[in-house]
């Protein structure tokens, strides 16, 4: 089999189609697997530390705004989307797949669209309940559109062949261990928070944990994993400020992004995150307790909708950005890491709703469009 993945910006859109190629990889070792995303994008890093061959392109995204300066950037956009299409089309007559699977981000629009009118069969797969842009395009010219969650449909427009799969979590995160994870990392016994906003940092999360992250320096109640990301780097000179020396609070782990998710997510005792949709199959399939912090800035407010559903279940607590605080966020930590019989209920609860097979379900789907197409 020969199989191209494009998709990236986040990695949300990033995350899926690595966990699809694993699976696939497992299933037929000798598959040749290429990922095509944007040039100087996260996935230009982390496909290849994932062992994956990439090929890059130019895109760049759309602006909302119809102002004279974003109307300007939009015509910028056409033109990129056009020369990453025809740069496409280069890379897919001369790799030859079998198949192109998309999961969303810019970069997936050129690419599967140059792979439709090779003919090649394309496949993509949503994320939320709220379809991005890119994938209400594409829908129309997939062989199959596959879909986390079933309230996706009533946003595609047209005659769409649906699938319902979950959302991919990658091997890596299925596999890992509690305790191999917690020495790997030299933890203790102590409670461990993770907490991330996501990979270019979210400045809000990131002002509302230093307050509890630099009294961990001071008190060591808790082991503190911690991702600032790309737009965060002024956050240890925060700390600093407020007299966390992170030379000397080996409990503390402040890193711009984490590489090793599948480890620190194992390790976690309590996960403060936004509500990706991804972020949240990897914390369900783990059982992980957690505190989410919807991103107000997305389509539909689909972060929202989706850590309710967590909330609903007794699975996690949500705390909206309108009213989170420093004090808000130490507070419900606090709160949650103290209590065994609530971190065990919301560690079960978690269980109970993740789907683990959606990686199966997704190579079911490739086989079977692959095989009609023969």
Excluded at 315 to 322: D, G, H, P, S
Aim: charged share 25%.
């Amino acid at each position: 089999m020969r199989i191209i993945f494009a998709g990236g910006g986040t990695a949300g859109h990033i995350n899926p189609a690595l966990a699809i190629a694993g699976y696939v990889r497992q299933q037929q070792p000798d598959a040749e697997i290429l990922y095509i995303g944007c040039k100087g994008g996260m996935e230009e890093r982390l496909v290849p530390q994932a062992g994956y061959d990439f090929k890059g392109v130019i895109v760049q995204g759309f602006r909302r705004k119809l102002t004279p300066k974003g109307i300007a950037e939009n015509i910028v956009t056409v033109k990129k989307a056009i020369g990453a299409e025809i740069d496409a089309k280069a890379i897919i007559k001369e790799f030859k797949p079998d198949i192109c699977v998309g999961t969303g981000g810019y970069v997936s629009g050129p690419v599967l669209k140059a792979a439709a009118k090779l003919g090649v069969p394309t496949l993509i797969h949503e994320q939320n309940a709220y379809p991005g842009i890119t994938n209400k395009m594409l829908a129309k010219s997939a062989d199959r559109v596959m879909l986390a969650m079933p309230a996706a449909k009533k946003h595609f427009k047209g005659k769409c062949r649906f699938v319902e799969t979950g959302n991919p979590v990658r091997g890596e995160i299925l596999t890992a261990e509690r305790e191999s994870a917690r020495k790997t990392l030299g933890l203790d016994e102590r409670p461990v928070i993770l907490s991330f906003g996501g990979s270019l940092g979210a400045q809000i999360i990131n002002e509302s944990l230093a307050d509890i992250i630099s009294r961990s320096a001071k008190d060591g109640k808790y082991q503190h994993i911690h991702a600032y990301g790309q737009y965060g780097k002024w956050f240890p000179d925060l700390l600093k400020e407020k007299g966390a020396d992170l030379d000397k609070a080996d409990n503390l782990d402040i890193r711009e992004y984490i590489n090793d998710m599948p480890i620190c997510l194992a390790a976690a005792d309590v996960v403060v995150a936004r509500a990706g949709a991804i972020t949240l199959s990897e914390i369900q399939v783990k059982g992980k307790p957690s505190v989410l912090i919807p991103s107000p800035n997305v389509a539909e407010n689909h972060q929202y909708h989706n850590a309710m559903a967590l909330v609903e279940k007794n699975a996690a607590v949500m705390i909206e950005e309108k009213d989170l605080t420093p004090e808000k966020l130490t507070e419900e930590i606090d709160k949650l890491a103290s209590d065994p019989e609530r971190l065990k209920e919301y560690s079960e609860n978690a269980k109970k709703m993740a789907v683990d097979d959606a990686a199966k379900r997704i190579y079911s789907v490739i086989i079977e469009v692959l095989s009609q197409k023969q």
